[in-house]
């Protein structure tokens, strides 16, 4: 068993187109209802919680945020925990203001060296604050 593995590998090397994908350096093209990385609209967002209390990890928390870059007035938005997040998508399905999407970041957004940099914030969800290169 192992020895024919080894042949069909072998042979690949010859035949054909190869089997793998050269990801990062070439983007893998991504089905139209991928679950990436949320994004906020916070002008749609009442703050009503439900995101927060449908989240089956746990993975958001509504806190005070000002509304815009430029209004600094304060209201309820949800920040989410990434590192708990499993990317179900029941936050979005769930929002009665459609304020939360999705969208197609999964590496360049995500992957960070410490945990803080995974807790984003109302800013970051809605892009106020950038959030690194996205895919
Ligand atoms: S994102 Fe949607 S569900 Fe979450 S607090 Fe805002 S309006 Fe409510
Ligand atoms: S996608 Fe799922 S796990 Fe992630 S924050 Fe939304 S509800 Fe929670």
């Known amino acids: 068993m192992v020895l024919k593995n080894i042949v069909q590998a072998i042979k690949h090397i010859y035949d054909g187109p190869p089997v ?3 990801y990062p350096e070439v983007p893998s093209e991504l089905p139209d209802r991928f679950r990436g ?5 916070k002008s749609e967002c009442i703050g009503c919680g439900i995101c927060a209390s449908t989240c089956p990890n746990n993975a958001i928390k509504i806190v005070r945020d000002k ?4 209004n ?4 309820w938005f949800p920040a989410i925990d990434i590192s708990h997040c ?11 203001k459609d304020a939360l999407s999705s969208t197609k970041v999964y590496t360049t957004g995500v992957i960070r060296w410490t945990h803080e940099e995974l807790l984003y914030t109302p800013d970051m969800l809605a892009r106020e604050t950038p959030i690194g290169e996205e895919e």
């Not at 990385?37 to 609209?41: C, E």
């Not at 600094?72 to 209201?75: A, I, L, Y």
């Not at 990317?87 to 979005?92: A, K, N, R, S, V």
């Open 67 to 70: 509304v815009s870059k430029d």
């Open 86 to 96: 499993m990317f179900c998508g029941l936050c979005i399905d769930q929002c009665p």
């Open 37 to 41: 990385l949320q994004k906020l609209d």
């Open 72 to 75: 600094d007035k304060r209201r």
């Open 20 to 22: 793998t994908r050269r």
